[in-house]
């Protein structure tokens, strides 16, 4: 088991920026493929960007490429998440989460979740 923690979230205005953390309590992070999760006001939790435990073979929602970007410092247990130029519609919590059972590629396995960190996009 591995405590996930965000921290970085915030009120910003449209077209601004957040960079989001996620510090894992194990070291079975460096062997995780690690993921950021939205839940937006009224909608079914989406995944966001996923990398594997060796920092590459990463996904982003399709909607969100070029404006988001994730990686993580395996020397220090930690999860970024880069979003620019932000929008209201990516007013959400955000979570990250640890796939620890797939041997550090992503098979979706998500086992371990943060409590989640607020980001409201305002115009």
């Known amino acids: 088991q591995v405590q996930l923690m965000e921290s970085g979230g915030g009120s910003v205005q449209v077209g601004g920026s957040l960079r989001l953390s996620c510090a894992a309590s194990?070291?079975?992070?460096?062997?995780?493929?690690m993921g950021w999760f939205r839940q937006r006001p009224g909608k079914e939790r989406e995944e966001v960007a996923r990398i594997n435990s060796y920092g590459y073979g990463v996904y982003y929602r399709e909607s969100l490429k070029g404006r988001f970007v994730v990686s993580r410092d395996n020397a220090k247990n930690t999860l970024h998440l880069e979003m620019n130029n932000l929008q209201v519609e990516d007013t959400a919590m955000y979570y990250c989460?640890?796939?620890?059972?797939?041997?550090?590629?992503?098979?979706?396995?998500?086992?371990?979740w943060g409590q989640g960190t607020q980001v409201t996009v305002s115009s």
């Open positions: 194990a070291d079975v992070f460096g062997t995780s493929c």
């Open positions: 989460a640890a796939d620890t059972r797939s041997g550090g590629v992503c098979r979706g396995k998500w086992d371990n």
